[in-house]
């Protein structure tokens, strides 16, 4: 393949992938918790050749903007970290997401179920009786307290990857570090960390990059078949 296709085409696939990104950021603007997705560009040389290539993307870590329920259930973290969730088979999952509620079990759960896991294992509420969590991250019931938020900081946000539904798994090597006395702002919860004008204008301009690149390609394209033309 000629240099220049392949610069051009290298820039179009990688271009590709960064307009995916930013409609899944966008696509994700109001969903609670959600962090957005970084997309990390490589200059490749090869043959004295630019080549362009991605690298695997960055979890922006950056908070969300907390929103205001009044629900006594809700917390969004004021500080770096992590509300701890269990996952299928009790993985641990980690999110920024505090849309708490209470499940047909009693249970302190996600809306979308998974539990809420506390100090000792899931949060549970006793039957009949209502709960609110407090700015240190208890949960308590008129009757005294049920558990506490587990709340968990990583030193290397590199080796976290999304899973979904705004959860986050550690990856092997990423050991989470407890935080003991974790701020609570309860009744808020905290929204995605996307800039929705930021990312549109990245849109535009990527989508712009990715015209410039399948020109480039058509170019070749048309310069290929004239010179096979002359051949012949």
């Known amino acids: 393949m000629a240099g220049g296709v392949y610069v051009a085409y290298t820039g ?18 109001d969903t609670a918790g959600f962090l957005r997705d970084r997309t990390i560009f490589d200059t490749v040389l090869a043959a004295a050749m630019p080549y362009a290539g991605v690298s695997e993307g960055s ?28 996952g299928e088979g009790g993985e641990p999952l980690y999110t920024r997401r505090g849309d708490f509620r209470v499940d047909a079990q009693g249970r302190l759960v996600l809306p979308n179920g998974r539990p809420v896991l506390g100090e000792g294992g899931p949060i549970a509420i006793p039957a009949g009786q209502s709960a609110n969590v407090t700015g240190d991250g208890a949960v308590e019931t008129a009757d005294g307290l049920v ?3 587990q709340v968990v900081r990583f030193t290397d946000p590199a080796r976290l990857e999304k899973v979904g539904e705004s959860l986050i798994r550690a990856l092997p090597g990423a ?19 996307v800039n929705l004008g930021a990312e549109i204008a990245a849109l535009m301009q990527t989508a712009r990059a990715f015209e410039a ?13 004239r010179l096979l033309g002359i051949d012949r």
């Open 213 to 225: 690149a399948m020109r480039g390609l058509r170019t070749n394209d048309e310069i290929t078949q």
């Open 147 to 149: 558990g506490r938020l």
């Open 59 to 86: 979890i922006d870590l950056s908070p969300g903007t907390p929103r205001l329920t009044g629900e006594p259930l809700h917390a969004a973290l004021e500080e770096e970290g992590f509300f701890v969730v269990e």
């Open 12 to 29: 179009a696939v990688a271009e590709l992938a960064q307009l995916e990104v930013i409609a899944n950021n966008i696509a994700n603007a």
């Open 175 to 193: 050991a989470p570090e407890t935080v003991d006395r974790p701020r609570v702002a309860v009744g808020f919860v905290e929204g995605s960390n």
